[in-house]
């Protein structure tokens, strides 16, 4: 299965954007599907999940902010992001996880400017 992750882009503070993962495959197959993140220079953070039933949990610094959702039919997972902040600037990830393998799409870059 491949991921593909699409959606990021240049925008100011306060700003919203979503972002798309598509897999080449069912999403169903993914125990849970998770978003990601890397700032220049700082490892790579969990920033939300949701699994197949549906259940969702965020880092709390985007909590009530991002809002992860998901498309079966589609075998799309998106994230989307309200009130950006430039804290929030980072390549993010798409992870599916199996429950003993996981797949990473590429990442897509989210640049907010203050």
């Known amino acids: 299965v491949q991921l593909q992750a699409s959606g990021g882009g240049l925008v100011q503070a306060g700003g919203s954007l979503r972002l798309s993962c598509v897999a080449s495959?069912?999403?169903?197959?993914?125990?849970?599907m998770r978003w990601y993140r890397q700032a220049p220079g700082k490892q790579r953070d969990w920033v939300a999940a949701?699994?197949?039933?549906?259940?969702?949990s965020y880092v709390d610094s985007v909590k009530g902010r991002f809002t992860i959702s998901r498309d079966n039919s589609r075998n799309t997972v998106y994230l989307q992001m309200n009130n950006l902040k430039p804290e929030d600037t980072a390549v993010y990830y798409c992870?599916?996880?199996?429950?003993?393998?996981?797949?990473w799409g590429q990442g897509t870059q989210v640049t907010v400017s203050s």
């Open positions: 495959g069912s999403i169903l197959s993914f125990n849970a």
């Open positions: 992870n599916g996880y199996t429950g003993w393998q996981n797949y």
């Open positions: 949701i699994t197949s039933g549906g259940s969702t």
